[in-house]
């Protein structure tokens, strides 16, 4: 079974401009959640999904914010990029069953660059 | 108080040894505790998930669970060069039927031939 896929891996892009990331989910899957990932505050949860729902967020600011699709792919969406939004950006699933036993499953990850 | 709190080491540990690495939480309803690898420059690999108190062993991972003192360990037996890498312990948060995994720091793990 394919794992998470996550384009792009790389991103570069300067102060201002806004940029659309993208997660495809393991096959059956239909809970997307969305992480950052910094060296200074570790792997920060900003936002889950499920049949096309946002139903939790994280502590980030709204220019952050992200959308899913009928097929439980997902996208996330950074808008005004500042330097500090340099980061790695995790997209995991999940098969969501009513409870609380749920394995979460990693993409490899986009690195952004803002410059 | 962090949520998740772990030692961020690095912990050395020569080939062959045990490599305990440690974990305590702050919400004592939380019901599932998640263990993951990191490679430098790589993403997250789950490893061993536990929701019970007592042991779970899975191969030379051996995952420990005790909610009332909100404690979660992973021992690694054997331990090779190969397992060299960031530990991440994960605890989910369920909310009103929402999930989010909340993660301690990382114990940066060397494994020394």
């Known amino acids: 079974k394919a794992g998470v896929t996550q384009t792009p891996r790389y991103l570069i892009k300067t102060r201002g401009q806004q940029v659309t990331l993208s997660c495809s989910p393991i096959s059956g899957h239909r809970s997307v959640s969305w992480y950052q990932q910094t060296p200074g505050q570790g792997l920060q949860f900003l936002f889950e999904?499920?049949?096309?729902?946002?139903?939790n967020k994280g502590n980030f600011p709204g220019r952050f914010s992200g959308r899913q699709f009928s097929n439980s792919r997902s996208e996330m969406n950074v808008s005004t990029l500042e330097l500090g939004d340099s980061a790695l950006y995790l997209c995991a699933s999940s098969f969501f069953v009513a409870g609380d036993y749920n394995e979460q499953f990693f993409g490899p990850g986009t690195r952004l660059t803002v410059l | 108080q962090k949520e998740v709190e772990q030692n961020s080491g690095p912990l050395s540990v020569p080939e062959g040894a045990i490599a305990s690495l440690n974990c305590t939480y702050s919400?004592?309803?939380?019901?599932?505790f998640f263990w993951y690898r990191q490679y430098s420059g790589k993403s997250p690999e789950l490893i061993m998930s536990i929701y019970s108190n007592g042991d779970k062993e899975d191969g030379r991972f051996t995952a420990q669970l005790n909610k009332a003192s909100q404690y979660v360990s992973l021992l690694i037996r054997d331990s090779q060069p190969s397992d060299s890498a960031t530990y991440l312990c994960?605890?989910?948060?369920?909310?009103?039927?929402?999930?989010?995994?909340?993660f301690g720091q990382g114990t940066r793990l060397t494994i020394n031939p």
């Open positions: 999904y499920f049949s096309e729902t946002q139903r």
């Open positions: 994960a605890v989910n948060a369920v909310v009103g039927g929402a999930q989010k995994l909340v």
């Open positions: 919400d004592r309803g939380s019901q599932s």
